[in-house]
Protein backbone atom coordinates (compact mmCIF):
# COMPACT_ATOMS: atom_id res chain seq x y z
CA UNK A 1 0.00 0.00 0.00
CA UNK A 2 2.81 2.50 1.18
CA UNK A 3 4.52 1.88 -2.56
CA UNK A 4 1.07 2.37 -4.11
CA UNK A 5 0.79 5.88 -2.58
CA UNK A 6 4.01 6.93 -2.84
CA UNK A 7 3.75 5.57 -6.73
CA UNK A 8 0.90 7.80 -6.94
CA UNK A 9 2.24 10.77 -5.25
CA UNK A 10 5.37 10.98 -7.73
CA UNK A 11 2.75 10.53 -10.69
CA UNK A 12 0.63 13.55 -9.24
CA UNK A 13 4.37 15.10 -9.20
CA UNK A 14 4.94 15.23 -12.57
CA UNK A 15 1.41 15.69 -13.68
CA UNK A 16 0.31 18.45 -11.72
CA UNK A 17 3.00 20.82 -13.40
CA UNK A 18 1.17 19.96 -17.19
CA UNK A 19 -2.07 20.00 -15.62
CA UNK A 20 -1.41 23.70 -14.19
CA UNK A 21 -0.21 24.52 -17.48
CA UNK A 22 -3.01 23.33 -19.20
CA UNK A 23 -5.42 25.37 -16.63
CA UNK A 24 -3.13 28.48 -16.77
CA UNK A 25 -2.80 28.69 -20.48
CA UNK A 26 -6.12 26.63 -22.21
CA UNK A 27 -9.24 26.35 -19.81
CA UNK A 28 -8.91 29.86 -18.41
CA UNK A 29 -8.43 31.63 -21.84
CA UNK A 30 -11.29 28.99 -23.62
CA UNK A 31 -13.50 30.11 -20.58
CA UNK A 32 -12.85 33.65 -20.74
CA UNK A 33 -13.42 34.19 -24.44
CA UNK A 34 -16.74 32.71 -24.08
CA UNK A 35 -17.17 35.23 -20.83
CA UNK A 36 -16.15 38.06 -22.91
CA UNK A 37 -17.88 37.31 -25.96
CA UNK A 38 -20.98 38.92 -23.89
CA UNK A 39 -19.22 42.03 -23.63
CA UNK A 40 -18.15 44.94 -24.99
CA UNK A 41 -14.89 44.46 -23.56
CA UNK A 42 -12.21 46.70 -25.10
CA UNK A 43 -8.67 46.52 -24.20
CA UNK A 44 -7.74 50.39 -23.84
CA UNK A 45 -10.60 50.56 -21.25
CA UNK A 46 -11.07 47.54 -19.46
CA UNK A 47 -13.51 49.32 -16.57
CA UNK A 48 -16.38 50.37 -19.08
CA UNK A 49 -16.80 46.92 -19.58
CA UNK A 50 -20.86 45.75 -19.89
CA UNK A 51 -23.00 43.03 -20.43
CA UNK A 52 -24.33 43.44 -23.97
CA UNK A 53 -25.71 39.58 -24.70
CA UNK A 54 -25.86 38.65 -28.30
CA UNK A 55 -25.19 42.15 -29.41
CA UNK A 56 -21.60 41.03 -30.71
CA UNK A 57 -22.63 37.85 -32.97
CA UNK A 58 -25.74 40.29 -34.69
CA UNK A 59 -22.99 42.63 -35.03
CA UNK A 60 -20.32 40.00 -37.04
CA UNK A 61 -22.98 38.45 -39.00
CA UNK A 62 -23.97 41.69 -40.41
CA UNK A 63 -20.38 42.71 -41.03
CA UNK A 64 -19.41 42.31 -44.67
CA UNK A 65 -15.84 41.93 -44.09
CA UNK A 66 -16.22 39.16 -41.45
CA UNK A 67 -18.66 37.12 -44.14
CA UNK A 68 -15.94 37.61 -46.88
CA UNK A 69 -13.24 36.56 -44.21
CA UNK A 70 -15.55 33.23 -44.15
CA UNK A 71 -16.09 32.68 -47.40
CA UNK A 72 -12.34 33.17 -47.72
CA UNK A 73 -11.35 30.43 -45.45
CA UNK A 74 -14.11 28.01 -46.70
CA UNK A 75 -12.46 28.53 -50.47
CA UNK A 76 -8.65 27.70 -49.39
CA UNK A 77 -10.27 24.85 -47.27
CA UNK A 78 -12.00 23.80 -50.54
CA UNK A 79 -8.94 23.84 -52.47
CA UNK A 80 -6.27 22.54 -50.23
CA UNK A 81 -7.56 19.88 -48.78
CA UNK A 82 -8.02 17.65 -51.74
CA UNK A 83 -4.84 18.91 -53.15
CA UNK A 84 -2.56 18.34 -50.09
CA UNK A 85 -4.48 14.56 -49.14
CA UNK A 86 -4.69 13.15 -52.52
CA UNK A 87 -1.07 14.71 -52.80
CA UNK A 88 0.29 13.25 -49.77
CA UNK A 89 -1.33 9.86 -50.67
CA UNK A 90 -0.02 10.21 -54.01
CA UNK A 91 3.80 11.00 -53.11
CA UNK A 92 3.56 8.09 -50.19
CA UNK A 93 2.75 5.53 -52.59
CA UNK A 94 5.86 6.98 -55.39
CA UNK A 95 8.14 7.00 -52.20
CA UNK A 96 6.98 3.43 -50.50
CA UNK A 97 8.02 2.44 -54.17
CA UNK A 98 11.49 3.22 -54.28
CA UNK A 99 14.24 1.05 -53.69
CA UNK A 100 17.17 3.44 -53.47
CA UNK A 101 17.83 6.21 -51.53
CA UNK A 102 14.18 5.87 -50.00
CA UNK A 103 15.40 7.91 -46.65
CA UNK A 104 16.78 10.63 -49.12
CA UNK A 105 13.13 11.14 -50.57
CA UNK A 106 11.48 10.99 -47.45
CA UNK A 107 13.96 13.61 -45.67
CA UNK A 108 13.31 16.33 -49.21
CA UNK A 109 9.69 16.11 -48.67
CA UNK A 110 9.56 16.96 -45.07
CA UNK A 111 12.38 20.02 -45.27
CA UNK A 112 9.47 22.36 -45.70
CA UNK A 113 7.37 20.96 -42.90
CA UNK A 114 10.03 22.06 -40.28
CA UNK A 115 10.37 25.35 -41.78
CA UNK A 116 8.44 28.89 -40.29
CA UNK A 117 5.73 29.40 -42.53
CA UNK A 118 6.77 33.49 -42.30
CA UNK A 119 10.20 31.97 -44.02
CA UNK A 120 8.16 29.66 -47.00
CA UNK A 121 6.01 32.51 -47.21
CA UNK A 122 8.54 35.16 -48.23
CA UNK A 123 10.22 32.85 -50.14
CA UNK A 124 7.25 31.83 -52.08
CA UNK A 125 6.74 35.92 -52.22
CA UNK A 126 10.13 36.03 -54.48
CA UNK A 127 8.16 32.77 -56.83
CA UNK A 128 5.69 35.01 -57.39
CA UNK A 129 7.38 38.23 -58.40
CA UNK A 130 6.97 39.06 -61.49
CA UNK A 131 10.73 38.64 -62.36
CA UNK A 132 10.51 35.19 -60.01
CA UNK A 133 11.27 31.60 -61.44
CA UNK A 134 7.65 31.06 -62.16
CA UNK A 135 7.15 33.64 -64.90
CA UNK A 136 10.58 33.25 -66.21
CA UNK A 137 9.41 29.81 -67.01
CA UNK A 138 6.22 31.19 -68.01
CA UNK A 139 8.17 33.42 -70.14
CA UNK A 140 10.37 31.23 -72.23
CA UNK A 141 6.94 29.74 -73.10
CA UNK A 142 5.50 32.52 -74.40
CA UNK A 143 2.69 33.23 -72.13
CA UNK A 144 2.47 36.70 -70.15
CA UNK A 145 3.97 36.94 -66.72
CA UNK A 146 0.70 36.00 -64.16
CA UNK A 147 0.16 38.74 -60.84
CA UNK A 148 -0.15 35.51 -58.98
CA UNK A 149 -0.37 37.12 -55.05
CA UNK A 150 -1.05 40.53 -57.09
CA UNK A 151 -4.22 39.58 -58.10
CA UNK A 152 -7.77 39.74 -56.35
CA UNK A 153 -8.57 36.35 -58.39
CA UNK A 154 -5.27 34.55 -57.93
CA UNK A 155 -4.11 35.20 -54.94
CA UNK A 156 -6.19 32.61 -52.43
CA UNK A 157 -5.09 30.09 -55.12
CA UNK A 158 -1.25 30.56 -54.98
CA UNK A 159 -1.40 31.18 -50.90
CA UNK A 160 -3.08 27.81 -51.05
CA UNK A 161 -1.23 26.20 -54.11
CA UNK A 162 2.22 26.97 -51.24
CA UNK A 163 0.28 25.68 -48.39
CA UNK A 164 0.06 22.49 -50.00
CA UNK A 165 3.70 22.32 -51.25
CA UNK A 166 4.85 23.06 -47.50
CA UNK A 167 2.21 20.38 -45.76
CA UNK A 168 2.52 17.82 -47.89
CA UNK A 169 5.57 15.98 -46.63
CA UNK A 170 3.70 15.92 -43.23
CA UNK A 171 0.59 13.78 -44.63
CA UNK A 172 3.39 11.75 -46.74
CA UNK A 173 4.92 10.83 -43.32
CA UNK A 174 1.37 9.29 -42.02
CA UNK A 175 0.62 7.64 -45.30
CA UNK A 176 4.05 5.85 -45.58
CA UNK A 177 4.10 4.23 -42.01
CA UNK A 178 0.57 3.18 -43.35
CA UNK A 179 1.55 1.57 -46.12
CA UNK A 180 4.27 -0.24 -44.18
CA UNK A 181 2.18 -1.57 -41.78
CA UNK A 182 -0.29 -3.28 -44.42
CA UNK A 183 0.66 -7.37 -44.56
CA UNK A 184 2.23 -8.10 -47.53
CA UNK A 185 0.06 -11.31 -47.30
CA UNK A 186 -2.81 -9.32 -48.76
CA UNK A 187 -0.38 -8.15 -52.29
CA UNK A 188 0.56 -11.75 -53.00
CA UNK A 189 -2.93 -13.18 -52.50
CA UNK A 190 -4.13 -10.56 -54.99
CA UNK A 191 -1.00 -11.46 -57.37
CA UNK A 192 -2.37 -14.98 -57.14
CA UNK A 193 -5.58 -13.69 -58.14
CA UNK A 194 -3.87 -11.99 -60.94
CA UNK A 195 -5.41 -8.73 -59.82
CA UNK A 196 -4.23 -5.45 -61.11
CA UNK A 197 -2.67 -2.76 -59.67
CA UNK A 198 -5.67 -0.49 -59.56
CA UNK A 199 -7.67 -3.57 -58.06
CA UNK A 200 -4.63 -4.03 -55.31
CA UNK A 201 -5.01 -0.13 -54.48
CA UNK A 202 -8.68 -0.31 -54.71
CA UNK A 203 -9.37 -3.43 -52.63
CA UNK A 204 -6.15 -3.36 -50.03
CA UNK A 205 -4.56 -0.33 -49.77
CA UNK A 206 -7.17 2.36 -49.82
CA UNK A 207 -9.45 0.24 -47.37
CA UNK A 208 -6.36 -0.62 -44.93
CA UNK A 209 -5.46 3.31 -45.04
CA UNK A 210 -9.09 4.46 -44.54
CA UNK A 211 -8.42 5.33 -41.10
CA UNK A 212 -5.76 7.01 -41.74
CA UNK A 213 -7.37 8.64 -44.50
CA UNK A 214 -10.17 9.95 -41.90
CA UNK A 215 -7.07 11.78 -39.81
CA UNK A 216 -5.51 13.10 -42.42
CA UNK A 217 -8.88 15.03 -43.92
CA UNK A 218 -9.60 16.40 -40.51
CA UNK A 219 -6.13 17.62 -39.66
CA UNK A 220 -5.63 19.14 -42.96
CA UNK A 221 -9.15 20.47 -42.19
CA UNK A 222 -8.16 21.97 -38.77
CA UNK A 223 -5.16 23.29 -39.91
CA UNK A 224 -6.77 25.31 -43.36
CA UNK A 225 -9.22 26.66 -40.91
CA UNK A 226 -6.27 28.30 -39.18
CA UNK A 227 -4.76 30.03 -41.71
CA UNK A 228 -3.36 33.41 -41.29
CA UNK A 229 0.58 33.56 -41.10
CA UNK A 230 0.41 33.07 -45.62
CA UNK A 231 -1.89 36.00 -45.96
CA UNK A 232 0.10 38.35 -43.05
CA UNK A 233 3.12 38.05 -44.50
CA UNK A 234 2.14 37.47 -48.27
CA UNK A 235 -0.04 39.88 -49.11
CA UNK A 236 -2.22 41.80 -45.84
CA UNK A 237 -5.45 39.62 -46.68
CA UNK A 238 -5.55 41.48 -50.45
CA UNK A 239 -5.63 42.83 -52.81
CA UNK A 240 -9.29 43.99 -51.95
CA UNK A 241 -9.52 41.79 -48.99
CA UNK A 242 -9.29 38.23 -51.28
CA UNK A 243 -7.22 36.73 -48.91
CA UNK A 244 -8.47 38.07 -45.61
CA UNK A 245 -9.51 34.71 -43.28
CA UNK A 246 -11.45 34.48 -40.20
CA UNK A 247 -8.64 33.77 -38.07
CA UNK A 248 -6.78 36.67 -39.75
CA UNK A 249 -10.21 39.03 -38.53
CA UNK A 250 -10.13 37.45 -35.27
CA UNK A 251 -6.17 38.53 -34.71
CA UNK A 252 -6.97 41.57 -36.61
CA UNK A 253 -10.24 42.89 -34.45
CA UNK A 254 -8.63 41.64 -31.35
CA UNK A 255 -5.16 43.03 -31.07
CA UNK A 256 -4.86 45.72 -33.55
CA UNK A 257 -8.35 47.01 -32.71
CA UNK A 258 -8.59 45.94 -29.66
CA UNK A 259 -12.40 45.11 -29.56
CA UNK A 260 -11.40 42.13 -27.57
CA UNK A 261 -15.29 41.34 -26.81
CA UNK A 262 -15.85 41.08 -30.87
CA UNK A 263 -13.08 39.34 -31.63
CA UNK A 264 -14.20 36.81 -28.79
CA UNK A 265 -17.51 36.71 -30.31
CA UNK A 266 -16.17 35.64 -33.41
CA UNK A 267 -13.35 32.85 -32.39
CA UNK A 268 -16.46 31.56 -30.40
CA UNK A 269 -18.50 31.18 -33.66
CA UNK A 270 -15.23 30.44 -35.73
CA UNK A 271 -14.50 27.37 -32.78
CA UNK A 272 -18.64 26.30 -33.22
CA UNK A 273 -18.20 26.27 -37.06
CA UNK A 274 -15.39 23.71 -37.46
CA UNK A 275 -17.10 21.79 -34.17
CA UNK A 276 -19.98 20.92 -36.89
CA UNK A 277 -18.01 20.66 -39.69
CA UNK A 278 -16.20 17.35 -37.64
CA UNK A 279 -18.98 15.96 -36.26
CA UNK A 280 -20.84 16.41 -39.61
CA UNK A 281 -18.08 14.54 -41.06
CA UNK A 282 -17.99 12.20 -38.36
CA UNK A 283 -21.29 10.82 -39.16
CA UNK A 284 -21.09 10.78 -42.75
CA UNK A 285 -17.66 8.29 -42.01
CA UNK A 286 -19.81 6.73 -39.67
CA UNK A 287 -22.87 5.45 -42.03
CA UNK A 288 -20.70 4.60 -44.80
CA UNK A 289 -18.56 2.00 -42.43
CA UNK A 290 -22.41 1.05 -40.99
CA UNK A 291 -23.64 0.65 -44.69
CA UNK A 292 -20.59 -1.81 -45.48
CA UNK A 293 -20.98 -3.73 -42.00
Known amino acids: MKKRRSNAVMGMSFF ?48 ELFTKSFWNTVGFVAIIVPLQGLGSLGLALLV ?60 LPSIALMSVWQGVGYQMIIFLGGLQAINPALYEAAEMDHASAWQKFKDITLPELKPLCIFVFI ?48 AVVFVVFVIILTIIQNVLTKDKEEKKK
Open 96 to 155: NKVTHFKKYFKVAFFIPVVMSLAVVSTLWMQIYSPEGIINTILGHLGIDAQPFIHSAKQA
Open 219 to 266: TITIGAFRMIVQPMVMTGGGPSNSTYTLVYDIYETGTVNWEIGLSSAM
Open 16 to 63: TPALILMIVFLFVPMILTVVYSFTDYFALSPDNTHFVGLENFKKIFKD
